[in-house]
């Protein structure tokens, strides 16, 4: 039977992540349509692999594989550009934790996001310390700081993530004295490559408080509450040199 | 500096030959990439323009899904635009084939029945897609390992109408040639032999494996040229002249140098056919 284009692509796929697909029989029997389901599906696996090297150095290759391809029989990419597949993966572990057992993986997954998210954002300006240069405490306290595409933050309250994230990707062995603490994590990228670094939990709320349109007036308000011990000029110096911001905004 | 000088044998760029690749002078050299590893901002566009400032650069498409039942998604047109501005390739190509459909991409190359239906669709989204280009593009021959019903056109007739009702120009893939003649029991040379040689703007070469069970052969670009490609790639430079020619390499990646030695093959196949076009 001939099928329109359309009616055999919607057969063909339902084929290739083994649904019911009774129109295209005389193809599904053929041993030759394996290559497809196995090129597909080893496209998507290797994409996730590729895209969380700090999980599979936790889990294992074989575990890895077969999370790899429990996720994509269900969620296949939306996009061609596989560098951003997998922005529920660290979800889907976290659903999945009676499987591996461990309850940082997820958030060691959205490290691994979070790097694939700035090692592939759009390059925009950076806020330069000379456009400060003359603007009065008025100015500076109305003004909107926000954060350029190439950076991420995220506070992780019961694991140490940054440090199990940072010790799984450099394959760097777990320290003793490694206390296990609440930590957060700020992430940016340059032309060079992506750079990491601890980030305090005031520093997240006043980059979350940026991202949400608060004037830095109000952001660092927010911060000081979340973190009452706040160095806020140490904090603003070390996200300029980080080159967090986009130039400034105004009310 | 290779940026401007005449095409001959090139190379599939990986991110690890970056440096031997960037350094690298040998006449005719050029390299050829996926758009859609570099349709992105950040380092690994950075590098691809480091590399468009030297040598001359293919975009090799994956995921246009020219073949599927519906126009090219726009998003994607406009993200291949702004990397074509940015890096300005000599060539830009895509796959006679489908990967994305409703809203989800299946990574690979998937057939379709060659119907005139197909013809009239795909021929309207090449159209569509030089458009939004604005340039012709070229189109690959695909592998096929399926015994596929409702065909209306032979892969060759097909090529060329669709040559005669867009201008594209062809991407000549003489490993899926090989591929496919064995997959599918036909006779390579023959194919080969009726190619129209008038629109094969590109030839690739890459190397193949044998499936589990050793019945099909795999288009896995994991392995060094066989020798019946080369046979048949000698044969047609012999026939039609020398074209640009591109080594695909994506597996069991070997070292620059190891790959520059197979490119030396195929640059010299091309020099004794005469002037590159």
């Known amino acids: 039977m001939n099928l329109p284009l359309g009616q055999f692509q919607d057969a063909f796929i339902d084929a290739l992540y083994l649904r019911p697909a009774p129109l295209l029989q005389n193809l599904t029997r053929q041993p030759a349509f394996a ?23 936790l889990v294992g290759a074989d575990w890895m594989q077969q999370a790899a391809a429990a996720y994509a029989q269900h969620t296949p990419p939306d996009d061609a550009r596989l560098i951003r597949y997998g922005a529920t993966f660290a979800a889907f572990l976290q659903d999945s934790q009676a499987s591996h057992g461990l309850p940082y993986l997820a958030d060691v997954a959205r490290l691994d996001w979070h790097w694939c998210e700035v090692f592939s954002a759009i390059e925009q300006p950076c806020l330069a310390l000379a456009d400060l240069a003359g603007m009065t405490a008025s100015d500076l306290g109305r003004s909107h700081l926000r954060p350029r595409q190439n950076v991420r933050w995220q506070w992780f309250d019961a694991h140490p993530a940054l440090s199990l994230w940072r010790c799984s990707r450099e394959g760097l062995p777990w320290p003793q004295s490694q206390p296990w603490v609440a930590e957060g994590a700020l992430l940016s990228a340059d ?53 967090v911001f986009l130039p400034l905004s105004f009310d | 500096m290779n940026r401007t000088a005449p095409l001959g044998a090139g190379l599939g760029l990986k991110p690890e030959h970056f440096a031997p690749a960037l350094a690298c002078n040998a006449d005719g050299l050029w390299y050829e990439v996926h758009p859609e590893n570099y349709m992105v901002g950040g380092p690994r566009l950075a590098w691809l323009q480091r590399m468009a400032e030297r040598h001359a650069l293919s975009l090799h498409g994956v995921a246009l899904s020219l073949a599927a039942d519906a126009e090219p998604d726009i998003t994607h047109l406009r993200r291949l635009r702004v990397l074509i501005d940015q890096v300005n390739p000599v060539l830009v190509s895509e796959h006679l084939a489908w990967s994305t459909w409703r809203d989800q991409y299946h990574p690979d190359l998937l057939p379709f029945p060659r119907s005139h239906e197909a013809l009239a669709r795909i021929s309207d989204n090449i159209l569509r897609t030089q458009d939004a280009l604005g340039r012709c593009i070229a189109i690959e021959n695909p592998s096929h390992y399926l015994q596929l019903q409702g065909h209306d056109l032979d892969e060759i007739e097909f090529l060329d109408e669709l040559v005669r009702r867009t201008g594209c120009t062809l991407l000549l893939d003489i490993n899926n040639v090989h591929v496919s003649a064995h997959n599918l029991g036909f006779n390579a040379k023959d194919y080969l032999d009726r190619f129209p040689a008038h629109a094969i703007s590109e030839v690739h070469l890459a190397g193949h494996s044998h499936d589990d069970q050793g019945a099909l052969l795999i288009d896995s670009h994991d392995t060094a040229i066989a020798e019946p490609v080369w046979a048949l790639y000698r044969r047609l430079i012999a026939r039609i002249g020398a074209r640009p020619t591109l080594i695909e390499r994506d597996g069991n990646l070997p070292a620059f140098d190891e790959l520059l030695a197979e490119r030396a093959i195929a640059q010299t196949t091309l020099d004794h056919a005469g002037a590159l076009p």
């Open chain 1, 35 to 57: 290559v497809y389901r196995n090129t597909v599906m080893a496209g998507c696996v290797d994409a996730l692999r590729a895209n969380f090297p700090s999980v599979e150095t």
């Open chain 1, 191 to 243: 032309q060079h490559g992506v750079n990491h670094q601890p980030l305090e939990a005031g520093g997240c709320m006043f980059l979350d408080a940026c991202a949400a349109g608060h004037s830095l007036e109000s952001a660092s308000q927010l911060a000081l509450q979340r973190q009452p011990d706040l160095d806020f000029t140490n904090l603003l110096g070390r996200l300029m040199q980080a080159r």
